[in-house]
């Protein structure tokens, strides 16, 4: 059987980020280059049927091991994780599934000399006792939940890999990311994806927090961007190891509402905050993410309002 080399594994490629970001890959890279890989199989059919996809479950080794049969692996984008919210439903599971199968990738990249590893940390590593406001690329990072805890170590070992073993692993600190292609994964940002559905759907939404919880968010296309164009960097410009700060903007329940009212006056939201309240008031409400844009040329395209515009036109789409 021949090898198909150069080839570029993306593990969790059926999440809410994974699912884009394999397509755009393919784009890039060719269709039969980019290999999508999940514990389970794709619903969207775009994703299932423009390349080739594999079972891969980051906490079987095995799995990984079984590819280098028909792929030689240049990058591996490793975004298997459970995220906040669901995190805390199960944290020891969260934490072996977080950190082990990390451990994992980073070693099967070692042991096949993969050329570039992507591995997304969050916002979720700040904690209570971190600067809320233009939180800095450096400063405290005291996480309380199991998710946040992972991502700080995972960034540790991530720097770790790179400085004792020359492996070239990259990591993009993420806000909520909000796309109209896939539903997210059970965190805390959840929301802002879910009030556009229910804005067309219903004309209202309850909302999961209160009304003036200010975090930090990106489109999915700016996540795509920033992701791509850290990896396309030559790494004399990657100078940080560990992760680094990205940000695009922040708002509040209450003015994404009224950013979707411009398009739908009629649109009401109530708010019913639950258990995820409390994460996301340990979480900053701003991101400096100087580093990103001194180092390799970081900048946003959008807006609340052009996010929103966005959104609709293509949910409308969607829909019909």
């Known amino acids: ?113 993969v050329e570039k590893v992507y591995w997304p940390s969050s916002i979720a590593v700040f904690g209570p006792g971190t600067p809320r406001q233009n939180t800095p690329q450096d400063t405290i990072m005291d996480p309380n939940t199991v998710y946040g805890i992972s991502k700080q170590a995972g960034e540790r070992w991530c720097e770790y890999y790179f400085q004792k073993y020359g492996l070239d692993v990259r990591s ?67 100078k940080v190891r560990s992760s680094y700060n990205l940000a695009a903007m922040s708002f509040t329940p209450q003015e994404i509402a009224t950013s979707i009212q411009r398009h739908y006056p009629d649109f009401s939201i109530t708010y019913e905050p639950d258990a995820r309240q409390q994460i996301a008031d340990s979480w900053p409400q701003s991101i400096n993410d100087s580093a990103a844009r001194q180092d390799w040329g970081w900048k946003p395209t959008y807006d609340l309002d052009a996010m929103t515009d966005d959104m609709l036109l293509h949910l409308k789409r969607i829909n019909n």
Not at 183 to 200: E, K, S
């Open 172 to 238: 993009l600190r993420y806000p909520g990311l909000i796309g109209y292609k896939a539903l997210p994964g059970g965190g805390t940002t959840d929301y802002a994806v879910d009030i556009y559905h229910q804005a067309l759907a219903k004309g209202t939404y309850k909302c999961f927090l209160s009304e003036h919880t200010r975090l930090p968010m990106m489109y999915m296309p700016d996540a795509l961007k920033a992701t791509l164009d850290l990896m396309h960097a030559p790494a004399e410009l990657v």
């Open 1 to 113: 059987m021949t090898k198909t080399k150069n080839a570029i594994l993306v593990i969790g490629a059926c999440g809410q980020l994974g699912s884009e970001l394999t397509l755009e890959l393919r784009k890039i890279y060719g269709d039969d280059h980019v290999v999508a890989a999940d514990i389970q199989y794709p619903k969207q059919a775009e994703l299932r049927e423009s390349g080739p996809f594999e079972i891969v479950d980051v906490l079987t080794p095995q799995h990984l091991t079984d590819l280098t049969s028909r792929y030689k692996f240049k990058q591996i984008y490793h975004l298997a994780a459970i995220l906040s919210a669901t995190g805390e439903k199960n944290p020891k599971f969260a934490w072996r599934l977080n950190m082990d199968g990390l451990f994992n990738v980073l070693d099967f990249a070692l042991e096949h000399k």
